[in-house]
Structures are given as structure tokens and as C-alpha cells.
T-cell receptor
């Protein structure tokens, strides 16, 4: 029973390039969340998606960042024209349909993005 | 403005004694609280949670206490073991939307060090 999978684990990009981060949720999970962790900080919520739907993107920067969770395949977090400030660990989490009282979110190992 | 605060960046406890990690929050709409444990280069792992309608939840060596009037919660680990050395994050949620749990708001974490 595989957990949340993220790839790549490490990604190095030069300023101005694009970064694509992938997340495969746990089997049977239909909700995906993306978080970003800057050095010495806690995790910051970015976006919450279901299949083919963005439910909450209140934590996403307004420009250069986008996320999708297609009907088939993994969820993708895309960062266009990366800048040094995008260097961080990006974590994906998944959860199943709501079950009372609450479903905890299960996290993947993260992708460490370094922008040179 | 931080809605979830962990004011102790680090805590050192002797093996076998009790570890107490504290967390304060400001958002009165939070109705579910979770504790995650994180090792370096790994994703957070769920530990224990508590609903706002309860004041205590226990799971083995881990107990979480919630004081709603003070907007404060704490995680007790007893007895502390060397494998408990990790960063502990307090997280909170306002509830549900789109059929799934909302994105979590995290504190900055407390680095717990268990000394032999």
C-alpha cells in the first residue's frame, strides 16, 4: 500500500526556467493538497484540488504558479520563470473523502527545489 | 500574521521523562487540531488530532490537550524515547469544503531533542 509519491525528490533550476513537481496520492484518495516550506518556517498551504477541480487556491502566489489534478495521472504543481525565492521544499498531501470526524492528510516526502 | 504559533523553537528532554510541546492559535474558526512529526528530508507524519468539542485525546504515549478558552493546545509524550527526537508541528483546520478537509495552517515547529 504505497504512500503519497512525489517526484523528483530534488530539482535544480536556473532563474527563468520552469519547474514541474509531480504528486501521486495514496490509492483511494481523491483530494490533493500542496504546501511549501521555506527554511526555518512551517509548511504554508498553497492549493487544494480534487480530480479536475481546484477547490481552494487561496495560498497560491498570483503569478507564475499553477496546479492541476487531471482525471488521469498525477497532480502537477508548475512554477514558471523560477526565481531564487522559489527555493523551498514542496510537499504534497492527500486525503480520502470526508469521514467523520476528520481525515488527516498524509504527506509525501517532498520535492526540494533549488533555484540557482 | 501567524494564526498558529509554536513559541519554543527547540526543547531538550531527558529520555524517560515527559515532553510537553505547546501551541497557541488566534483563529477562533479553527475546529480541528493535529500534531505532525517530521524527520529531516522526510514529509510530516501524522501523530494525533483533536476536535474542538473535546479537551483531551490519548493514543499510547501521546496525549493532546485542548483549552479552547485560552486558544492553547499541548502535546504530551510520556515516556520520551530517543526515536521521538524530531521536529513537531502543530496544525489547525477550519473544517471542510468541496467534500474534503480544508488546507491546514501550520506552526513553525518545535525541535524536540531527547537526551540519553
Amino acid at each position: 500500500n504505497a504512500g503519497v509519491m512525489q517526484n523528483p525528490r530534488h530539482l535544480v533550476r536556473r532563474r527563468g526556467q520552469e519547474a514541474r513537481l509531480r504528486c501521486s496520492p495514496m490509492k483511494g484518495h481523491s483530494h490533493v493538497y500542496w504546501y511549501r516550506q521555506l527554511p526555518e518556517e512551517g509548511l504554508k498551504f498553497m492549493v487544494y484540488l480534487q480530480k479536475e477541480n481546484i477547490i481552494d487556491e487561496s495560498g497560491m502566489p498570483k503569478e507564475r504558479f499553477s496546479a492541476e489534478f487531471p482525471k488521469e495521472g498525477p497532480s502537477i504543481l508548475r512554477i514558471q520563470q523560477v526565481v531564487r525565492g522559489d527555493s523551498a521544499a514542496y510537499f504534497c498531501a492527500s486525503s480520502p473523502l470526508v469521514v467523520i470526524p476528520y481525515n488527516e492528510q498524509f504527506f509525501g516526502p517532498g520535492t526540494r527545489l533549488t533555484v540557482l | 500574521d501567524q494564526q498558529v504559533k509554536q513559541n519554543s523553537p527547540s526543547l531538550s528532554v531527558q529520555e524517560g521523562r515527559i515532553s510537553i510541546l505547546n501551541c497557541d492559535y488566534t483563529n477562533s474558526m479553527f475546529d480541528y487540531f493535529l500534531w505532525y512529526k517530521k524527520y529531516p528530508a522526510e514529509g510530516p507524519t501524522f501523530l494525533i488530532s483533536i476536535s474542538s468539542i473535546k479537551d483531551k485525546n490519548e493514543d499510547g504515549r501521546f496525549t493532546v490537550f485542548l483549552n479552547k478558552s485560552a486558544k492553547h493546545l499541548s502535546l504530551h509524550i510520556v515516556p520520551s524515547q530517543p526515536g521521538d527526537s524530531a521536529v513537531y508541528f502543530c496544525a489547525a483546520s477550519e473544517g471542510y469544503s468541496g467534500g474534503g478537509a480544508d488546507g491546514l495552517t501550520f506552526g513553525k515547529g518545535t525541535h524536540l531533542i531527547i537526551q540519553p
